[in-house]
């Protein structure tokens, strides 16, 4: 393999590996804001037990979250040196938005979160908790808005020839609020809140199959059901408002998706399948007659704009790209499947009498993480073969001084420690799942030291 293909290897390893905890600490900060109120408001303890027990699991995310992140940003430098001089000016201000907004906000007040217990007064550690919470959120709003730009380039001009072309910003809100912004933005919020929700239930079911700490159990589960039977459903909506987005300005994309090949005809919505590429049509598929048509446009004859209305070099690779969209909405319609049969056998009060559910809920956890990774692989390889959609070709981007070999040392080295990394991860987390929440009456003295 050459260069090119080995730094996107590189690239996605890293970056797929890092996306595994931003979604966890942004959902997971909602509940805490939810959590630490009810305590605030009730003065159950229960509340401040169940506070206390996932800050310390807020920390920890947020520790490999910014530890697997930082790398990222050298990999710009080292394997993209093109694509950062060409994207610099725009990247620059989105970048710097969100270290001074976000990074700086949700990183400061972490420490009153985490250490300031005993040592401010109860409302104002609750707005440090709120703030981590806006932190997080805007991290992502600043991030999004880069690699929308990306996707749905505005508010730039394209200045300099050869390899020193590049974008410059003209309207900074327009980059901003480019196309794409708002309804990928949304739609990766929800899928962050559904990850730390089911990251609560995760735990919480576990703690009810071993009947420990049920009432702790119990009311985190509940808080959690909540989160993650609304924002699934919202879930299901940014998600068809983004593909109508996709359609209108990423054809190719949308085309690829579904595989439909034809240059202008009513697409039908395929529930599975094997994408031949080479004969460009779905084998062994079942698919529903113009639904794609009506889910885009109200109208099952409404026609699609199909593969073919693309030469060949303007395609992303479709099969990789059909899958990887497909398993991300099977996986999403069982999570909300999931959680409003868990939410009306709640309601029921019928939902511990299913041992079976239970444990699937403890392996609910991994569903929210597959469906975010293959989301965002769905849209990064449907980008393709542009880097910077139709201004930048990802072969354009490289670094035109890194060889094979080099990139092949630090993808093994990458790889080693990144193991590493996550086998400490699932041990401390271990630990702190198995050691449960904090006594009431230990936090009592903690708070009276």
Not at 219 to 230: E, G, M, Q, Y
Not at 327 to 335: N, R, Y
Not at 404 to 431: C, P, R
Request: with cysteine.
């Amino acid at each position: 393999m050459d260069a090119l293909i080995l730094s996107r290897i590189q690239f996605g390893l890293t970056i797929a590996f890092h996306y595994i905890f931003p979604p966890m600490s942004i959902g997971l900060s909602v509940l805490l804001v939810i959590m630490e109120g009810m305590y605030l408001k009730t003065k159950n303890e229960i509340y401040q037990q169940m506070t206390h027990f996932w800050v310390k699991i807020f920390g920890l995310i947020f520790a490999l979250g910014v530890a697997t992140g930082i790398v990222m940003e050298f990999e710009f430098g080292t394997n993209w040196a093109t694509y950062s001089r060409y994207v610099g000016d725009v990247f620059g201000s989105a970048l710097a938005a969100e270290g001074i907004f976000a990074f700086f906000m949700e990183s400061g007040f972490l420490a009153i979160l985490l250490f300031g217990w005993n040592r401010v007064k109860p409302g104002v550690h609750f707005l440090s908790t709120i703030f981590v919470s806006f932190g997080a959120h805007f991290s992502a709003v600043w991030i999004v808005v880069a690699n929308s730009w990306q996707q749905t380039p505005a508010g730039h001009h394209v200045v300099g020839t050869g390899v020193y072309e590049r974008a410059e910003i003209v309207d900074f809100w327009r980059m901003v609020f480019n196309p794409s912004s708002i309804d990928r933005l949304s739609h990766t919020l929800c899928g962050a809140w559904q990850a730390g929700a089911f990251l609560v239930l995760s735990v919480s079911a576990y703690y009810l199959l071993r009947k420990r700490h049920l009432d702790f159990a119990r009311r985190s589960f509940k808080i959690a059901l909540i989160i993650a039977a609304v924002s699934s459903i919202l879930q299901l909506a940014t998600g068809h408002y983004s593909a109508i987005v996709v359609e209108k300005h990423q054809p190719v994309k949308l085309a690829a998706f579904e595989a439909h090949y034809p240059a202008s005809e009513s697409a039908p919505y395929h529930l599975f399948g094997i994408v031949n590429e080479k004969e460009e049509r779905v084998d062994y598929g079942i698919a529903i007659p113009g639904l794609l048509s009506f889910l885009l446009h109200f109208d099952a004859d409404a026609p699609v704009t199909g593969l073919k209305a693309f030469p060949p070099d303007k395609r992303p690779p479709v099969a990789v790209v059909f899958q990887t969209y497909h398993f991300m909405v099977i996986i999403g319609t069982g999570l909300i499947a999931l959680s409003w049969l868990g939410l009306f056998l709640w309601w029921r009060k019928k939902l511990l009498n299913y041992r079976w559910l239970l444990f699937v809920f403890v392996l609910s956890v991994l569903g929210p993480q597959l469906a975010n990774q293959l989301g965002w692989f769905s849209a990064e390889i449907g980008r393709q073969p542009f880097i910077v959609y139709n201004l930048l070709r990802t072969s354009e981007g490289i670094s035109k001084a890194v060889n094979a070999n080099q990139v092949v040392t630090s993808l093994i080295l990458f790889g080693i420690i990144y193991l590493l990394l996550l086998a400490l991860f699932i041990y401390l987390m271990n630990e702190k799942i198995q050691h449960g929440p904090v006594d009431s009456d230990f936090v009592k003295e903690v708070q009276r030291a």
